[in-house]
């Protein structure tokens, strides 16, 4: 029974447009995660929030976008998608910002052609 | 700046084997070390955790961790492997403080067991 819900599972986008990855948890968890898991690089670290605020951003591109509608809810918007982009995403949460234990989502897989 | 090493790619055993999978780090301030496990196709599941204490920790399912700060390592061990340990392991670490659940990962080492 998953407590972190990514959707959807695959993904497949043109280049130059668009998309919104879901996610929402169910562990009543305060701070959130953004995590990306491409061929060419180890799993990396994008943004933090917690309690909806947005705490840490380590992506370059504005092109990545968390929204956060509600406290069990981080959702990310990525426009003008480039092939480079192509990757796992994943989601995740932990109780507070200062703990280590983080619990992750399946990931949505991202295909840019 | 925080970074992590696991030098093994792959490691192959056979079940019932001991397994020793190597994670070094570099940081100048005080960290957390973690270890994840994923299955293919799914995502990351904590293993065990060390910030301070006893160097020895035990996580799920048989694994402990040994912290080393003189070698700036936190290998992950099991005594004995079973088919079903076969997955990716990476090691972790993160700032102790306000964000330490900002990880920051090593490239993993995938474990492979036969039967």
């Known amino acids: 029974d998953p407590k972190i819900i990514q959707k959807p599972k695959y993904l497949v986008a043109v280049t130059g447009s668009e998309k919104i990855l879901i996610c929402e948890q169910y562990?009543?968890?305060?701070?959130m995660y953004w995590y990306r898991q491409s061929a060419k690089k180890p799993l990396e670290f994008m943004f933090s929030?917690?309690?909806?605020?947005?705490?840490d951003n380590q992506t370059a591109s504005s092109r990545f976008q968390p929204q956060s509608s509600k406290k069990n809810h981080l959702d990310l918007q990525i426009t003008a998608l480039k092939p480079d982009d192509s990757a796992t995403y994943f989601c995740a949460s932990s109780q507070d910002p200062g703990f280590t234990e983080v619990f992750f989502g399946k990931g949505t897989r991202l295909t840019v052609v | 700046t925080q970074t992590v090493s696991q030098s093994d790619a792959h490691v192959t055993v056979f079940e019932g084997d001991s397994v020793e999978l190597r994670c070094n780090y570099s940081y100048g301030g005080s960290i957390y070390l973690s270890w994840y496990i994923q299955h293919h196709g799914h995502g990351l599941q904590f293993l065990l955790k060390?910030?301070?204490?006893?160097?020895v920790v035990q996580g799920v399912n048989g694994f402990e961790a040994e912290f080393s700060k003189s070698d700036s390592s936190f290998h992950l061990r099991k005594a004995s492997v079973h088919w079903s340990d076969s997955a990716v392991y990476f090691c972790a670490v993160s700032a102790a403080g306000a964000n330490t659940g900002k990880l920051t990962f090593g490239h993993g080492t995938i474990l492979r067991v036969h039967p």
């Open positions: 060390y910030y301070s204490g006893n160097p």
């Open positions: 562990l009543g968890h305060n701070a």
């Open positions: 929030y917690s309690y909806q605020k947005l705490m």
